[in-house]
């Protein structure tokens, strides 16, 4: 019998606990958790029954042909089930096949994955022993494209393909939300400007914005809501791409901090807002990009620069906070039509590294990040296959980078002839001793474990149109990229 391929992870995550640190991943329709310490792997989500494995077999091989749309209420008891353990009525094969979008909180405690066909946030609490526990799910109107926690821990911030930012509480309260109505008769809030009265670029964008939320809000008088507690914070005039929250001292002599949402979309905007509770005010834009934006960088160790890339084959570097571009760095050495799926940033010891993977390469470029916000251009290292996501574990001076062990290396839509010997989905660096910034492969037992381990198996047989329907899911940025034409 042919040996099968490995699915690849499509998000990997180090979550750092008080008690023992754990790797968190998504590969297919499925999480996982693993012991940091020894690659050991501790529990899957969903578990499929028993009986249920010939199914499971079969939805690996690819989205169905249709998706049912999932209700907030049609799995509202399946909370109640531990990771692992499922009421009779969820033993059918799920109705996602992948899920693009997993965060953790800075605690540790908990984690956030969007599941993408239902369109579904999901909140788990991650046990003691590596078990997801199911606290919540909530199905938004439209697919979210980007995901992140608040600081504090508390807020989900959600961008959507529509446009629109919302916030959620991290955990659901105990009273039945109510949602609330526009009392029939008042007269809701216009913008007191007109593009009469308005004549800067700057400011008829963001009077275009407050017309849009109040339309919006007229809208929304006689029409129901989402059964949950939201909010609608702003919005964008296109597909909202990445979401960052900053906070930053009010001034140098003050320890008060200011929050800000970031945000980017498909027409090269970069819009700069006021946090939570006055996220209708737009402090700036950061514009400069010619295409697409599909990733935001802000480091932790420097939250005053902001690092972003999509559809042009450079990085921008901003003081974003003054809406003010710092540098262009170019990714290729010519005019070649590239795409920014990744970009992370990791301390280790004085180093300060940002590392960028391109669309469909296997090359993880690295830069490091200068006191005066500039990148500099360092060895790249290079993996087996094409990058997917990256971890760091900076006490160990460590990367962990999840591959595409499934397509040729720098190639999108090409499979390999047959399932490398032994499969890879983790590689694993150390910066070399007495270097500035060079790289050498860490043979851990982590890797080695997690790697022959391996994930939910996808058949070496699999259909032309499977194998279309699977390459998209993983490579999907082509979209964003605008016809000759489409502006106008």
């Avoid at 908990?110 to 078990?131: H, N, P, S, W």
Wanted: aromatic share 6%.
């Amino acid at each position: 019998m042919a040996a099968n391929f490995q699915h690849p992870f499509q998000c990997l995550q180090f979550v750092e606990r008080p008690s023992a640190n754990l790797l968190v991943g998504s590969a297919g329709s499925k999480l996982y958790s693993y012991s940091a310490e020894t690659g050991q792997q501790l529990a899957t989500w969903p578990q499929a029954a028993a009986s249920s494995d010939g199914a499971e077999a079969q939805s690996e091989q690819g989205p169905p042909e249709k998706k049912r749309r999932v209700s907030s209420g049609s799995r509202a008891n399946e909370a109640s089930f531990p990771a692992g353990q499922t009421s009779e009525k969820s033993q059918a094969p799920p109705a996602w096949s992948n899920i693009p979008i997993l965060t953790s909180t800075s605690s540790g405690e908990y984690v956030v994955a969007l599941t993408a066909e239902d369109k579904c946030i999901r909140v788990f609490q991650l046990q003691e022993d590596g078990t997801f526990v199911q606290l919540s799910e909530r199905v938004m109107h439209k697919r979210p494209s980007a995901i992140i926690i608040t600081s504090d821990d508390s807020t989900i911030l959600c961008g959507d393909k529509f446009g629109d930012v919302y916030s959620l509480p991290l955990i659901p309260g105990d009273e039945p939300y109510v949602a609330t109505r526009v009392p029939r008769g008042a007269k809701l809030s216009q913008p007191a400007a007109t593009n009469l009265t308005v004549h800067t670029k700057g400011n008829l964008r963001a009077l275009e914005q407050q017309q849009r939320l109040s339309s919006e809000a007229k809208a929304a008088e006689d029409k129901s809501g989402l059964a949950f507690e939201h909010n609608l914070l702003l919005g964008h005039v296109s597909l909202l791409t990445d979401i960052a929250y900053v906070s930053l001292p009010v001034d140098a002599s003050s320890s008060k901090k200011r929050s800000y949402i970031l945000t980017a979309d498909r027409d090269e905007h970069i819009r700069v807002s006021r946090g939570l509770s006055q996220a209708h005010v737009i402090e700036n834009y950061c514009l400069g990009h010619t295409s697409f934006i599909s990733q935001l960088c802000v480091p932790h160790w420097a939250p005053e620069y902001l690092v972003s890339g999509g559809g042009d084959n450079y990085l921008l570097v901003w003081k974003w906070a003054e809406g003010r571009l710092l540098q262009k760095v170019p990714l290729v050495d010519q005019a070649t039509e590239v795409a920014v799926h990744g970009i992370w940033a990791a301390s280790f010891g004085d180093l300060r590294v940002v590392f960028v993977a391109l669309l469909g390469s296997s090359c993880l470029q690295c830069f490091t990040l200068e006191a005066d916000g500039t990148l500099n251009s360092q060895p790249h290292i290079q993996l087996s296959g094409n990058v997917l996501g990256l971890t760091s574990i900076e006490k160990d001076n460590t990367v962990l980078v999840s591959v595409d062990s499934i397509r040729e290396p720098d190639s999108t839509q090409e499979w390999r002839v047959s399932p490398p010997s032994p499969s890879t989905v983790i590689e694993a660096f150390r910066v070399k001793s007495g270097t500035s910034l060079e790289w050498e492969p860490a043979a851990t037992s982590v890797t080695e474990t997690i790697n022959s381990t391996g994930t939910s198996e996808v058949p070496a047989t699999t259909a032309d149109k499977q194998r279309k329907e699977l390459n998209d899911s993983l490579y999907n940025l082509g979209h964003l990229r605008k016809r000759k034409g489409e502006d106008e």
